[in-house]
């Protein structure tokens, strides 16, 4: 069987540096006390701090910040692919939820946390992006090649069905493919920001790509052998 990898936890100085003023991604937050400029997309830690308040009336000029200063339009193409891994986030919640095998909990749990690692790169000001960690706020070629074994180790015991197939054959499949179908738009949505000239590296678009590819192996696994094909008999 495979085996998920156990979370990742930041340093305690990286924590401690992290002040959250919103819950959101998409709302304006304060790295730490060395700055005080807001921003936004807090994706490298989900770790709440502190929280004073939910909203703050700085977005309500239709502008967000980035993470570590600067303000964009909420329509800007950072925002949209930013904004839509969020949305996948929160689709493969719904999925862990349903899920009732520990190992596909924990899994989905794991790639949630490396979603908030692609948002934090994908949100950061461009100017600071020399202050991006690793695995913490940097997507890795590792986190890539990580999915990528996961991919072939459940291939390897599930094999995939040979036709298309229809998906939503219970709960848990369902979710899976609705979060594969949001990670597709965040890869989209990921390249429409780098043609637009954003600052997105070839590890966000390949982990995307990847973890769809997971999630369309893990939602047939979870499926099992009974799903329909898309043309009838």
């Not at 921003?39 to 000029?61: C, F, H, N, Q």
């Not at 239709?62 to 986030?89: F, H, I, Q």
Request: hydrophobic share 45%; net charge neutral; charged share 20%.
């Amino acid at each position: 069987m495979w085996h998920a990898s156990p979370p990742r936890l930041a340093s305690p100085a990286v924590q401690a540096n992290l002040v959250w003023h919103r819950c959101h991604p998409i709302h304006g937050w304060h790295p730490g006390p060395a700055s005080r400029a807001p921003s936004a997309a807090t994706w490298a830690l989900a770790i709440l701090v502190r929280v004073p308040r939910i909203y703050t009336r700085t977005g309500d000029d239709g502008s967000t910040g980035l993470l570590y200063g600067g303000r964009v339009p909420k329509d800007d193409p950072a925002t949209d692919a930013y904004g839509t891994v969020d949305e996948a986030v929160s689709a493969l919640g719904l999925a862990r939820a349903l899920a009732a095998d520990a190992e596909v909990q924990a899994e989905i749990l794991h790639l949630q946390r490396d979603l908030f690692v692609v948002g934090a790169d994908l949100a950061t000001n461009p100017a600071e992006r020399d202050r991006l960690q690793p695995d913490v706020s940097l997507v890795t070629r590792a986190m890539v090649e990580r999915v990528e074994g996961l991919i072939d180790r459940v291939v390897a015991e599930h094999p995939l069905p040979t036709e298309f197939i229809v998906p939503g054959t219970n709960p848990v499949s369902a979710a899976l493919d609705v979060a594969r179908g949001t990670v597709r738009r965040a890869e989209r949505r990921a390249v429409a920001f780098r043609m637009a000239g954003g600052a997105v590296t070839d590890d966000v678009l390949h982990y995307l790509n990847r973890l769809s590819d997971l999630l369309f192996c893990l939602a047939r696994w979870q499926a099992g052998e009974s799903e329909p094909p898309s043309r009838g008999r």
